[in-house]
């Protein structure tokens, strides 16, 4: 039984990572539980298929509403508040929804995340205003909660033998959503004027522009929530009904205490998850994720503004394309690379080393532009923009080194959970601040007389470096 220490009141042996007992070498690694794994791979679709349907005419929308009054130098500003509205409702209810997960189990929360990805994108595409469109977002925010949720089922199903193996597949279902959300939102945007001989007499599409990819991911999701009440499977064994939980009848031995420290499957109260290892393990996947969302959100802005203000001035259907390449590419190489670096790396340098290609990621933006003044959208300049997909490939794999340090931070499978949606939480934050800050910035840029968006890119280099040096705390496992 574990003794609670004198001086802070926490279990003893809380520092002791969750997979301790599981990590010493073996010759083989355990089977993958792949009919699960391939259940979750699809799940996890819905959320980048619906986040980023929205992101090739975002800008474009913002331009159609008249919110800006023809300013251009504002649009960023407000595709930035949209992009991080999203993110900052969901930080408001994620802890809650995965706390939740703990008690009730995993597949309620996840049926419910689904049903309010599907239901906030017909709102969405129903928006004919700017802020009916926010309230679209931030409802698709608060009501899910399931990327924290589906990375406590995956840790729940596998050991640290076979974990690696299936963190390489995780980012192909990223990936994957994203490349086909983002061709549906490039090529399904204005249907009645780019298709006029199949949907140019519909008043409805006409009146509702954007609904069709809306409708489209919204279907998807919906699809995805049959499919996981059909074939997921529960991975919290004892949980309390949600009958029993809204009857007031749940008893409070439900989470462990002082006097129940020693049963291992129930989950530890919050203030006993404040333990070094889970702090710096999530407050690095927060730095990391300011990062990666600053550069997708400044991403498809820089791709459609126009050449004289800074960016590449491409249309929704190129920007499509370029990120929906962005997302295949990336599937394949963390599904074909990742073990191998990892196996070879380690956690700790793969996460420094992916921090690192940050640095050339954001330096590209200008030469992009500049590049795009001489000699127009040209061969060349389309090369500098897959050079910056590669070096985003090394940021990516960041996800699955600091997932795996989470996971063996926390203080046993029950609290799994809990510990992820903390790290949801400052990551949900670190996302609603960074696109509004980093597009902001873009157009504060512009207004300044900052030819090519200077300053954004300056800022954003110097989080880079900042993110870095603290990645040297991210635990190693043992």
């Not at 589906?150 to 959503?177: H, R």
Request: glycine content about 8%.
């Amino acid at each position: 039984m574990s003794t609670m220490t004198r001086d802070d009141n926490v279990p003893s042996d809380e520092e002791t990572p969750l997979l301790s007992s599981e990590l010493a070498p073996r010759k083989q690694p355990t089977p993958v539980p792949w009919a699960q794994i391939w259940v979750l791979l699809v799940l996890q679709l819905a959320e980048p298929l619906t986040a980023q349907v929205i992101y090739p005419f975002t800008p474009e929308f913002v331009r159609n509403v008249g919110i800006t009054h023809g300013d251009e130098s504002r649009v960023g500003y407000y595709v930035g508040v949209m992009q991080s509205i999203f993110f900052a409702t969901q930080a408001l209810t994620v802890l809650c929804w995965s706390r939740l997960s703990d008690v009730v189990g995993r597949r309620p929360i996840i049926l419910t995340g689904l049903f309010g990805l599907s239901l906030s994108m017909y709102s969405f595409g129903l928006s004919t205003t700017y802020w009916g469109a926010a309230i679209s977002r931030s409802l698709n925010g608060a009501l899910n909660g399931n990327i924290g949720i589906i990375k406590s089922v995956v840790a729940e199903i596998t050991d640290p033998t076979n974990l690696p193996q299936v963190l390489a597949y995780m980012p192909i279902a990223w990936s994957t959503g994203g490349a086909i959300g983002t061709t549906i939102g490039g090529s399904l945007s204005r249907p009645a004027e780019r298709f006029p001989d199949t949907f140019g007499n519909s008043e409805f599409l006409k009146k509702y522009p954007y609904f069709l990819p809306c409708a489209v991911t919204g279907s998807l999701s919906a699809l995805t929530w049959v499919i996981t009440l059909v074939s997921l499977q529960e991975t919290v064994p004892s949980r309390l009904s949600l009958r029993t939980l809204l009857t007031g009848k749940a008893r409070s031995s439900s989470f462990v205490g002082a006097s129940d420290i020693d049963d291992a499957e129930k989950p530890y109260p919050l203030s006993q998850l404040m333990t070094r290892r889970v702090l710096l393990s999530v407050i690095n996947y927060a730095t990391l994720s300011l990062v990666d969302i600053s550069y997708r959100a400044i991403q498809p802005l820089f791709f459609s503004t126009p050449i004289h203000n800074g960016g590449l001035g491409l249309a929704p259907p190129s920007i499509g394309k370029i990120l929906a390449f962005s997302g295949i590419l990336n599937g394949v190489f963390q599904v074909t690379c990742f073990t191998r670096v990892h196996a070879l790396w380690g956690t700790k340098r793969l996460f420094l080393g992916g921090l690192c290609c940050s640095i050339p990621m954001f330096a590209l933006f200008p030469v992009m532009n500049t590049l795009a003044r001489v000699y127009g959208i040209s061969l060349v300049v389309y090369s500098a923009a897959v050079l910056q997909v590669v070096w985003s490939l090394g940021l990516a794999s960041c996800y699955g080194c600091v997932f795996m340090a989470i996971s063996v931070a926390s203080p046993n499978r029950a609290s799994l959970g809990t510990t992820n949606g903390m790290a949801q939480l400052l990551v949900s934050i670190m996302r609603a601040i960074g696109p509004a800050a980093a597009t902001s910035l873009f157009s504060l840029s512009l207004a300044e007389g900052y030819v090519g968006g200077g300053m954004v890119y300056l800022v954003l280099l110097g989080v880079s470096l900042a993110t870095i040096a603290f990645g040297t705390t991210l635990p190693l496992s043992p």
